[in-house]
C-alpha cells in the first residue's frame, strides 16, 4: 500500500510496506543515503534525520509511523532563508570528521539542537550528541563545528 | 588507462632530442642497497619502479595520482596529493586520484601499520619530482632555451624571457612516461613548496559531509543491485546440521538463498526484505554449538598456560657486575578489544559472463583481499579485482575483508547483478577480528639513584596480524565452506617493527635489558590488527611500570624518564608535552592527578608523549579526564592539521579502549554484540584535547596514525594513581578496579 511521505519539502509516493524503517526507505527507495545504517536500534546516531524539526532515529521509525510529518534528511537541510545551513560550512571550516561516516547523523543532531536552542552551551551540545557515536575520536572537531554555527547563525 | 597510447619510451626520447643522455649523467643516483643488480629505491618505488604506475598525464591536461593506499579517515589521500600535486607543480584541482584498485593502482600492500607516508608519500613525492624534471627538460628541449630559466606553474611550463610556454600535456601528447624511477631527483627545498607543511582542507570530506551519493561504499547504488545478507553460526564453533529455505524462499522479492556448509545467506531485490528473509531463515536454521572459549574472565590464565614459543627478542647483559639492588616487579594485562566501527562491513560483488569478479570493499589490503578471494573461489588471481571505496572507519582489521569474501560467494551465485552485503552491528560486533588479550610481567632492579640496572620484560600474546594476506583460510566465510579452508599457521612479526612484541623493547638507557615474547599460536577468539597491535598494551605496562619506579626512585616522572633517556628527540616531545600541559606548576587537588606517557611507535616511527589530567570519584572508582596534551614529532609534517586530527583521534580512542572497552564471552559464544554490551566513549566523557607538533622538516616521514594510544593508555593510569593511590593494572580502568586497588 502506498503512503505519501513529504521529505525535504516534495512530496514522494512510497511503495514499501509500513514497517519497513523510515531509514530504508530513505535509502533504497527514495535514494536519499545521508542517513546512515550503524545499528539498527537507536544507539548510534548515523541515521539521524530531522521529523518535524526534531532529531529522530530513522532506523527504528517504521515509515506508516511518520505520517503528514515533515521529514529531513542531510541532503535537503537548508537555513531558514533556504541558503546553505550553517552546519555544512561550519564541519568542514573545522575539518570535523576522520572517517566522516558518523558525521551525517552528527549534523542532523546538531540541526535539531539549534532549532530548539539558537544558543546552547557547551554542555547542551554535549548532551545532544551523547548518543551519536563517533570512534575515530573527532568528538572536539565536532563540538567545535557545531559551536561555529551556532555563532555564525546568531549573526 | 591510455594502455594503448604510444610509448614515450628511451629511444624515442634520444630520437626526439637527445637530452635524456644528458639528464642520466646528471643524476648520479646513489644506491643504498643492490637488489637484482639494480638499486633498491626508496618506500613504496622499491616494488613498483615505473614512474607511470604513479602518474599518468592526459593529452586533455589531466593529471592522475595512482597509488595503492586507501583513505581510512586518515586523511592519506589529501596528503598524497600535496606532495605530488607540489613536487610536480600542478593545481591540486587538476589532479585525479585512484587509490586501491588492483587493476590499476600501484601494488604498495596493505594500508596500514603507519606506513602510508613513509613508504607511500615518499614514493608519491620522488616520483613527482623526478617527472617534473623529466618534463623540465623535453620542455627546455622544445623551447630551445635552458632548462634552468623555466617556470613551472600547474603544468604549464614558462620561459620569463621569451614569455613562450607549453604544457605537460602537449609536451606528452598521448604518450605515457615509460621509464623507471631513479629516485635521484631531490624534493623541493623548503622555501619553494606551495602545499607541503601546510593544512589543506581533507579533499574526501566535502563529499561526505554533504551526503553525496558515493562518497561511502555503503552508498553505491549501481543499477541491478540486490541485497545479501549472511546468517552466521550463533558462535565460533557451530556448524549448520540443517535448514529449511522454504519459508524464506516463499517471502516476495527473495531471489535466492545460499548453503554451503555452514555458510548460509540470502538474496533479495530489496534491503529490507533481505533482513526479513535473513531472520526468517536463521529461524529455521538448526546449529551444533560447542564450547571453544576460556571465558572473558579466564582469558588471561588461558593465555598463561597455553602453549607458547617463546622469543627472545633482547638480551643485553649488563657490563658490570655490581650487587643486585631493590627489586621491584608487576604484570598487567589487557582484554581482547574490538574495532567497533560505527558503519558495520560492507562490500559490493559482481561476477561478470567472463567469470571476470569485481568487489568494492573497504579492506585496507585490497590487493592480498583480492588474491585470498580468488583462492577461496578456485579462480585465477587475475580474474579478481578489488576496488577499494571508503568506509567507516576504525584503523585495523574489521570486518571489511570477510564483507568482500562474503560477497564473492553471493556474487558468484547470481552471476550478472551486483550484490551488496551489509553486515548487522551484531555481525559486526561478534565476527570481527579483535585485538588480542595480553599479559604482561615485568620486573626490574634499580642502582642508587633509582634508576634502572637491569630490566626484564615477558609478554604472553595470540597472534595480532590474520590479515587475508592472499589466504583463504584469512576470510571468515572460506571457514564455514562445506570444503573449509583451514586458519593458517598464524606469524608473529619480526623486527623492526615486530607485531605482539610491538614496542615490547623500551628505549631507556638501561644498562641491562631482557625481553622475551610467549607467542600463542591458538586463536580460540578471533584476532587481527587492532590499531598499534601490541604497542597498546606494550606501552601501557613500560610506561605504567617507568611511573611505578620514578614513585619508588622518589623522581617526579618525567624528570625520571628524561634522565634514562638519550634520544634527544625523544626527550624534546616529553618537554614539549610537559610545557603545554604545566607540569612544572601543577597544582594537584585531592581527588585530582597527572600523568604522562611517552613513547617512539615501533621504536621506528613517530615520537610521542601523552600528558592527562584526571579526577577519581574515590568512593565510586568513577574516573574523569578533565583534559589531555599530546606533543610529537612525525618528521616533516606534510599536513599538520592531518597529523593533528590522527594523534588526537587516537588519544581519544585510547581512552575509550582504556576506560571501558573489553569483549565479553562466555564458554560458547561472543556476548558483546550490540552498544550496550560494548560501550564506547561518548561526548559526555571526551576531554579536551592540545596538540603540539615538533616539525621537522627536511627529516624523513614517520608515520603517527598508531603513535598516541599506548602512552595515552599509560599516562592516563598514571595521573588516576598521581589522582588517588590507586594503581590499576589491569585495562579497562573500571570503576570497580579502582575501588578495588584503593582497598587493596
Excluded at chain 1, 10 to 27: E, H, I, K, N, Q
Excluded at chain 2, 144 to 172: A, F, K
Excluded at chain 2, 319 to 348: C, I, K, N
Excluded at chain 2, 364 to 383: D, N
Amino acid at each position: 500500500m502506498a503512503v505519501d511521505l513529504t521529505v525535504n519539502g516534495a512530496t514522494r509516493a512510497v511503495r514499501s510496506p509500513g514497517d519497513v524503517p523510515l531509514l530504508y526507505v530513505l535509502r533504497d527507495e527514495l535514494g536519499l543515503t545521508g542517513a546512515k545504517y550503524g545499528c539498527g536500534s537507536g544507539h548510534c546516531g548515523s541515521c539521524t534525520v530531522l521529523l518535524d524539526g526534531l532529531a529522530v532515529r530513522a532506523c527504528v521509525i517504521p515509515v506508516d509511523a511518520v505520517g503528514g510529518r515533515e521529514v529531513t534528511t542531510l541532503e535537503g537541510l537548508r537555513a531558514t532563508d533556504g541558503g546553505p545551513h550553517a552546519l555544512h560550512g561550519a564541519f568542514l571550516a573545522e575539518q570535523a570528521g576522520q572517517c566522516a561516516y558518523c558525521i551525517p547523523g552528527m549534523i542532523m543532531t546538531a540541526a535539531g539542537l539549534l532549532g530548539e536552542n539558537p544558543a546552547p552551551g557547551d554542555r547542551d551540545i554535549r548532551l545532544a550528541l551523547d548518543g551519536n557515536l563517533c570512534r575515530c575520536g573527532s568528538h572536539n572537531r565536532i563540538l567545535r563545528a557545531v559551536r561555529r554555527a551556532a555563532a555564525e547563525m546568531a549573526t | 588507462m591510455s594502455a594503448a597510447a604510444p610509448a614515450l619510451d628511451r629511444r624515442g626520447l634520444l630520437r626526439a632530442g637527445g637530452w635524456l643522455a644528458l639528464a642520466f649523467t646528471l643524476r648520479g643516483a646513489a644506491p643504498a642497497a643492490a637488489q637484482d643488480g639494480k638499486p633498491r629505491l626508496p618506500g613504496s618505488l622499491a616494488a613498483n619502479r615505473d614512474l607511470d604506475a604513479w602518474i599518468r598525464i592526459g593529452a586533455d591536461g589531466s593529471v592522475t595520482l595512482l597509488t595503492g593506499k586507501v583513505e581510512l579517515g586518515q586523511g592519506i589521500l589529501t596528503a598524497l596529493a600535496q606532495l605530488c600535486a607540489d613536487e610536480l607543480d600542478v593545481d591540486l584541482a587538476r589532479l585525479r586520484i585512484v587509490s586501491g584498485d588492483t587493476a590499476l593502482s600501484p601494488n604498495e600492500g596493505v594500508t596500514a601499520g603507519s606506513f602510508s607516508m613513509s613508504n607511500g608519500g615518499t614514493a608519491v613525492r620522488l616520483a613527482a619530482a623526478e617527472v617534473r624534471s623529466i618534463l623540465l627538460d623535453m620542455a627546455a628541449e622544445r623551447l630551445g632555451v635552458p632548462r634552468g630559466r623555466l617556470t613551472v606553474s600547474d603544468g604549464t611550463v614558462t620561459d620569463p624571457d621569451t614569455g613562450r610556454t607549453t604544457t605537460y600535456w602537449e609536451l606528452l601528447g598521448d604518450r605515457r612516461i615509460e621509464r623507471e624511477a631513479t629516485a635521484a631527483v631531490p624534493p623541493k627545498p623548503a622555501a619553494e613548496r606551495r602545499l607541503i607543511g601546510r593544512p589543506v582542507p581533507r579533499l574526501d570530506l566535502p563529499a561526505k559531509l554533504a551526503g553525496e551519493p558515493g562518497a561511502f561504499l555503503h552508498d553505491l547504488r549501481p543499477e541491478g543491485m540486490v541485497h545479501g545478507r549472511v546468517v552466521r553460526p550463533p558462535s565460533y564453533g557451530a556448524s549448520l546440521v540443517e535448514v529449511d529455505a522454504g519459508p524464506a524462499l516463499a517471502l516476495p522479492g527473495v531471489l535466492k538463498v545460499v548453503r554451503d556448509g555452514s555458510f548460509l545467506a540470502v538474496i533479495a531485490e530489496g534491503e529490507w526484505t533481505a533482513i526479513k528473509a535473513a531472520e526468517v531463515l536463521s529461524a529455521a536454521a538448526r546449529w551444533e554449538e560447542r564450547d571453544t572459549l576460556p571465558t572473558d574472565a579466564g582469558a588471561h590464565d588461558w593465555l598463561l598456560a597455553a602453549p607458547a614459543r617463546v622469543i627472545p627478542i633482547k638480551d643485553d647483559k649488563r657490563p658490570d657486575g655490581a650487587a643486585a639492588g631493590r627489586r621491584f616487579e608487576a604484570t598487567y594485562r589487557r582484554p581482547y578489544q574490538m574495532h567497533a566501527s560505527v558503519g558495520p562491513s560492507v562490500a559490493l560483488g559482481e561476477m561478470g559472463a567472463d567469470g571476470k569478479l569485481t568487489v568494492h570493499t573497504h579492506s585496507q589490503s585490497v590487493f592480498e583481499t583480492a588474491a585470498a578471494i580468488a583462492g577461496m573461489l578456485g579462480q585465477p588471481p587475475e580474474s579478481v579485482r578489488c576496488v577499494h571505496v571508503a568506509g567507516s572507519g576504525c584503523y585495523g582489521h574489521n570486518g571489511a575483508d570477510d564483507a568482500a569474501a562474503d560477497a564473492a560467494l553471493l556474487a558468484r551465485a547470481l552471476p550478472g547483478r551486483p550484490v551488496r552485503v551489509q553486515w548487522s552491528r551484531e555481525d559486526e560486533h561478534a565476527w570481527e577480528p579483535y585485538g588480542a588479550a595480553m599479559v604482561i610481567k615485568v620486573a626490574a632492579e634499580l642502582d642508587d639513584r633509582g634508576d634502572v640496572r637491569d630490566w626484564t620484560y615477558d609478554l604472553w600474546s595470540t597472534p595480532h596480524g590474520t590479515r587475508p594476506g592472499g589466504k583463504p583460510g584469512n576470510l571468515l566465510p572460506a571457514r564455514h565452506l562445506a570444503s573449509p579452508h583451514a586458519v593458517p599457521e598464524p606469524q608473529n612479526g619480526g623486527p623492526p617493527n615486530y607485531a605482539a612484541d610491538r614496542n615490547a623493547i623500551a628505549a631507556y638507557a638501561f644498562p641491562g635489558q631482557r625481553v622475551a615474547t610467549h607467542f600463542v599460536t591458538d586463536m580460540p577468539v578471533r584476532v587481527s590488527s587492532h590499531r598499534g597491535l601490541g604497542a597498546y598494551a606494550n606501552v601501557f605496562a613500560i610506561e605504567c611500570f617507568m611511573d611505578e619506579l620514578a614513585v619508588a626512585a622518589g623522581s617526579d616522572p618525567l624528570e625520571y624518564r628524561l634522565r634514562q633517556m638519550k634520544d634527544e628527540r625523544a626527550r624534546a616531545v616529553m618537554v614539549r608535552a610537559a610545557e603545554r600541559f604545566g607540569w612544572s606548576a601543577y597544582d594537584r587537588q585531592p581527588g585530582r592527578g597527572r600523568g604522562i606517557a611517552y613513547a617512539r611507535y615501533k621504536n621506528v616511527a613517530a615520537y610521542c608523549a601523552v600528558c592527562v589530567e584526571a579526577e577519581v570519584e574515590r568512593g565510586s572508582g568513577a574516573i574523569r579526564v578533565t583534559r589531555a596534551v599530546v606533543a610529537a614529532d612525525a618528521g616533516e609534517a606534510v599536513n599538520p592539521d592531518g597529523l593533528a586530527n590522527q594523534l588526537e583521534g587516537g588519544l581519544i580512542q585510547s581512552l575509550s579502549w582504556s576506560l571501558m572497552e573489553g569483549v565479553r564471552f562466555d564458554r560458547r559464544r561472543i556476548l558483546s554484540r550490540d552498544w550496550a554490551d560494548y560501550p564506547i566513549l561518548t561526548f559526555s566523557e571526551v576531554p579536551p584535547v592540545e596538540v603540539a607538533i615538533v616539525d621537522r622538516p627536511g627529516q624523513p616521514f614517520l608515520g603517527a596514525g598508531e603513535a598516541s594510544q599506548g602512552p595515552t593508555a599509560a599516562a592516563l593510569a598514571n595521573a588516576v594513581f598521581d589522582a588517588c593511590g590507586a594503581r590499576v593494572r589491569d585495562l579497562p580502568l573500571e570503576r570497580g578496579r579502582v575501588v578495588q586497588a584503593l582497598e587493596s
